[in-house]
T-cell receptor
Framework: QQQVKQSPQSLIVQKGGISIINCAYE??????FPWYQQFPGKGPALLIA?????SEKKEGRFTISFNKSAKQFSLHIMDSQPGDSATYFC???????????FGQGTELSVKP | GAGVSQTPSNKVTEKGKYVELRCDPI?????LYWYRQSLGQGPEFLIY????????DSGLPNDRFFAVRPEGSVSTLKIQRTERGDSAVYLC????????????FGPGTRLTVL
């Protein structure tokens, strides 16, 4: 069964702190791992993504760390800001087909 | 440019009724996806179109759900004999021709079945 498990369900971080969200998958037939950010009343928007042949990808304050052997990947948000408060979803793309399989989401709140 | 648009933004219906949800993808995008998002959950895949044809409909929960994309652009998700359990936000996304192209999501249609 193709699943992506995400933790924590919710996260509170002080402004300037580091937010860390973790995901794990079971099926090895995934070839692409995006992270999406969703604000209330809006659709998810792509934040950053990684391929499994890379162990880390950084874009500005956002970094994905990928551990292929452990089947885990995580999102790090450096210098977290109140504007980062949103729900974050990890996802995985099976290597055949176009769909994305999403994690359950993490509601991040960054306190000023 | 214009993003993915979905209409209506909200739909309230009664149990047993038929509903249609519309998605206008980004111009030129050949791939179109429907997902369903229940409260507090991640989006759940329903169906994926490449052009006019359904390339993968494995996520449709049962035969009450059907989707079309007759001209390869606008898509309609159709739900027959709605049930209270169908209440959710229905999200549409579109992407370019590459299988790993970014999926751009619309704002969703919130369906409430009373």
């Amino acid at each position: 069964q193709q699943q992506v498990k995400q933790s924590p369900q919710s996260l509170i971080v002080q402004k300037g702190g580091i937010s860390i969200i973790n995901c794990a998958y079971e099926n090895t037939a995934f070839d692409y791992f995006p992270w999406y950010q969703q604000f209330p009343g809006k659709g998810p928007a792509l934040l950053i993504a990684i391929r499994p042949d890379v162990s880390e990808k950084k874009e500005g304050r956002f970094t994905i760390s990928f551990n292929k052997s452990a089947k885990q990947f995580s999102l790090h948000i450096m210098d977290s800001q109140p504007g980062d408060s949103a729900t974050y979803f990890c996802a995985a793309h099976p290597n055949q087909g176009g769909k994305l399989i999403f994690g359950q989401g993490t509601e991040l709140s960054v306190k000023p | 440019g214009a993003g993915v648009s979905q209409t209506p933004s909200n739909k309230v219906t009664e149990k047993g009724k038929y509903v249609e949800l519309r998605c206008d993808p980004i111009s030129g995008h050949t791939a179109l996806y429907w997902y369903r998002q229940s409260l507090g959950q991640g989006p759940e895949f329903l169906i994926y179109f490449q052009g006019t044809g359904a390339a993968d409909d494995s996520g449709l929960p049962n035969d009450r759900f059907f989707a079309v994309r007759p001209e390869g652009s606008v898509s309609t998700l159709k739900i027959q004999r709605t049930e209270r359990g169908d209440s959710a936000v229905y999200l549409c996304a579109s992407s370019g021709t590459g299988i790993l192209d970014t999926q751009y999501f619309g704002p969703g249609t919130r369906l409430t079945v009373l």
